[in-house]
């Protein structure tokens, strides 16, 4: 793993798939603090996917944890980080109870996912950081791997108040 400006490349974690996810759970958590929280992002085309496409969706576990915890349904784009999707889709926003349900959604989302970290009782829009992780990012002419970008609401807030832990509590980890 590393640390380049706001992006994570080689964001991988040593051990089995559940060791791994743990461990990246982990990782997430050291955005958070009494005051902010995570949410997650799901495209509605994922939830109900139409008949005709070859999007089976999500499981219906999910799709429960998903719905039950949406917090915000929305067609408006916080990034253009986000893959394509269709111009009708919507993205559910929600917020998990729980360090299960965590890690239940990165294990099913391993290979790419979003989401916020976001301080309690702020709008959605004024997230501390929106967090994508995406497989096969191409760093350079001939290397493309899994990597976390970090997109900061407020100019090095990542490298002043995050990177410190992540380097303090992931120190073996990182180049």
């Not at 080689?10 to 060791?19: H, K």
């Not at 994922?46 to 005709?52: G, M, R, S």
């Not at 002419?141 to 970008?149: G, K, L, Q, V």
Request: with cysteine; glycine share 2%.
């Amino acid at each position: 793993m590393k640390i380049l400006d706001n992006i994570i490349i080689n964001f991988d974690f040593p051990g089995n798939f559940e060791e791994v996810v743990k461990r990246e759970v982990q990782f997430l958590q050291s955005f958070l603090s009494e005051q902010r929280q995570l949410f997650f992002l799901e495209l509605e085309s994922n939830i109900y996917p139409n008949t005709d496409s070859e999007i089976t969706g999500i499981s219906s576990e999910i799709k429960k944890i998903i719905l039950e915890n949406t917090i915000l349904k929305t067609k408006e784009r916080l990034s253009d980080l986000h893959g394509e999707r269709d111009e009708n889709d919507c993205f559910y926003w929600f917020s998990l109870r729980n360090k299960d349900e965590i890690i239940k959604i990165v294990e099913y989302n391993y290979h790419s996912y979003d989401c916020i970290v976001l301080e309690n009782g702020r709008n959605i829009k004024e997230y501390d950081y929106l967090l994508t992780v995406i497989e096969n990012l191409r760093y350079d002419e001939n290397d493309a791997c899994r990597a976390m970008i970090i997109k900061e609401r407020i100019e090095n807030s990542f490298a002043i108040n995050i990177k410190p832990k992540i380097e303090k509590n992931f120190k073996s980890l990182i180049e």
